[in-house]
């Protein structure tokens, strides 16, 4: 049985999200075992540095939008629908 403290969970989805502080480079070896037996067990673990979240938020919003509706659809649900439609957003 497992026992770790997780930042956040859907159990749904199987979807943990993790985000790290700089504490985490001293952890590294530990938190690559931890992750590795997590998902093991099914689970995809993803891992956003205090940095990202602060800095990149749209991006790691999009990122785990992307690996939810990649877990829906490997349970048998339905396809994920695109982020958003071809060209928007780009520039040209």
């Known amino acids: 049985m497992l026992a770790y403290t997780v930042d956040f969970l859907c159990f749904e989805k199987k979807l943990i999200v993790e985000i790290d502080g700089k504490q985490h480079d001293w952890y590294a070896e530990y938190d690559a075992m931890r992750t590795e037996e997590i998902e093991s067990k099914g689970f995809t673990v993803l891992r956003f540095t205090n940095e990202q979240v602060l800095t990149d938020l ?35």
């Open 58 to 92: 749209d991006h790691v919003m999009k990122s785990i939008a992307a690996a939810a509706a990649c877990a829906l659809f490997s349970q048998g649900g339905p396809s994920p629908l695109p982020l958003s439609h071809p060209g928007e957003g780009e520039r040209r």
